[in-house]
Nanobody, 124 residues
């Protein structure tokens, strides 16, 4: 099976930085588009940034110029470097990936996966 595990969340003061990581493990054939989402208390989950297999990126307007998404394909890992953090960035951050994995030696299947979430809290 396939699993996504996030790490790197925590408590930081406004203006500070954090780096989130998301690593995929299991019988992986390939990882397609990946992304970071976040959900603040009482709000809907929102897209933060995405990155394609080839490295093309998109960002929410609220994080442009402050956050950088990247990935290390050989390590099946995605990162989110967050700088100049603001209290409104406080949320649970989730990684998402569309993964093709082996179900048998010569057959694969593709599904959308979510990590368990990591809390980011920015104090003012």
């Amino acid at each position: 099976q396939v699993q996504l595990v996030e790490s790197g969340g925590g408590l930081v003061q406004a203006g500070g930085s954090l780096r989130l990581s998301c690593t995929a493990s299991g019988s992986i054939f390939s990882i397609n588009d990946m992304g970071w989402y976040r959900q603040a208390p009482g709000k809907q989950r929102e897209l933060v940034a995405t990155i394609s297999t080839g490295g093309s990126t998109t960002y929410a307007d609220s994080v442009k110029g402050r956050f950088t998404i990247s990935r290390d394909n050989p390590k099946n890992t995605m990162y989110l470097q967050m700088n100049s953090l603001k209290p409104e960035d406080t949320a649970v951050y989730y990684c998402n990936a569309y993964i093709t994995y082996y179900i048998h030696t010569d057959s694969t299947r593709s599904d959308n996966y979510w990590g368990q979430g990591t809390q980011v809290t920015v104090s003012s």
